[in-house]
């Protein structure tokens, strides 16, 4: 009998089969294509390095889906992989230390240090003090016990914890907007796990498919 994984698998072939434009916002910079699957001697090396494990949906989906790629927004990330401009490249510095426990369990967004009115500091002091709130704000010790897995545009992401209270849920990362880091909630939930998250998105697509192919057949 089909798991979850499966049935996953699946869809995902069905969607390629139907097309690669359905009106789904980020479909033209991932196709529907997935990457290559990573086996588990590799994410065991992963998991070695930083001393952690990762959340088992994430990590079933490595091995038995792809290794990033076809996703919700601008697509998934490889592991070890984020944003870089129109590109992408390695996490370097930009994650925290993932075997640290992540910071948060509540929405936090604070904006304590921040200037506001540009217009009542000289411009070289307000940029002084912006750039000192932004170290705090950004610094990557916020996002301990993360990994970035996709991208929504300008500099929006979406986080997967994996370590401390919130491991397994995604959160959402605005402070590129100075909305802070919050927990994903979808459909009712209070917490949304990453097999949640992907599937969210699937099933969109997968409205997208079939109304795009009634209308292609004349239904409507």
Same mark, same amino acid.
């Given at each position: 009998?089909?798991?979850?994984?499966? =049935?996953?698998?699946? +869809?995902?072939? &069905?969607?390629?089969? $139907?097309?690669?434009?359905? #009106?789904?916002? @980020?479909?033209?910079?991932?196709?529907?294509?997935?990457?290559?699957?990573?086996?588990?001697?590799?994410?065991?090396?992963?998991?070695?390095?930083?001393? =952690?494990?990762?959340? +088992?949906?994430? &990590?079933?989906?490595? $091995?038995?889906?792809?290794? #990033?790629?076809? @996703?919700?927004?601008?697509?998934?990330?490889?592991?070890?992989?984020?944003?870089?401009?129109?590109?992408?490249?390695?996490?370097?510095?930009?994650?925290? =230390?993932?075997?640290?426990?992540?910071?948060?369990?509540?929405?936090?967004?604070?904006?304590? #240090?921040?200037?506001?009115?540009?217009?009542?500091?000289?411009?070289?002091?307000?940029?002084?003090?912006?750039?000192?709130?932004?170290?705090?704000?950004?610094?990557?010790?916020?996002?301990?016990?993360?990994?970035?897995?996709?991208?929504?545009?300008?500099?929006?992401?979406?986080?997967?914890?994996?370590?401390?209270?919130?491991?397994?849920?995604?959160?959402?990362?605005?402070?590129?907007?100075?909305?802070?880091?919050?927990?994903?909630?979808?459909?009712?939930?209070?917490?949304?796990?990453?097999?949640?998250?992907?599937?969210?998105?699937?099933?969109?697509?997968?409205?997208?498919?079939?109304?795009?192919?009634?209308?292609?057949?004349?239904?409507?």
């Amino acid at each position: 009998m089909p798991d979850k994984f499966d =049935i996953l698998i699946q +869809d995902l072939s &069905r969607v390629r089969a $139907s097309g690669t434009s359905f #009106g789904v916002f @980020g479909e033209d910079s991932h196709d529907y294509e997935l990457h290559s699957t990573l086996s588990d001697d590799e994410i065991s090396k992963f998991e070695a390095e930083h001393a =952690i494990r990762l959340p +088992d949906d994430y &990590r079933r989906f490595l $091995s038995r889906v792809g290794n #990033g790629g076809a @996703g919700p927004y601008y697509g998934m990330f490889r592991l070890g992989e984020t944003d870089d401009g129109f590109d992408y490249g390695p996490w370097d510095d930009f994650v925290g =230390i993932l075997a640290s426990p992540f910071p948060h369990t509540e929405p936090w967004n604070d904006l304590t #240090g921040k200037p506001y009115v540009q217009a009542e500091i000289d411009p070289d002091t307000y940029d002084d003090l912006l750039q000192r709130f932004d170290q705090t704000y950004y610094n990557s010790h916020q996002v301990d016990g993360s990994i970035p897995i996709c991208h929504l545009g300008c500099a929006r992401r979406q986080w997967l914890v994996i370590t401390g209270s919130e491991a397994g849920n995604v959160w959402c990362d605005d402070r590129a907007e100075y909305k802070g880091l919050y927990p994903l909630k979808a459909h009712g939930r209070e917490r949304t796990t990453f097999f949640e998250w992907y599937r969210d998105w699937l099933d969109e697509v997968l409205s997208k498919v079939r109304l795009w192919t009634e209308s292609s057949s004349g239904r409507y």
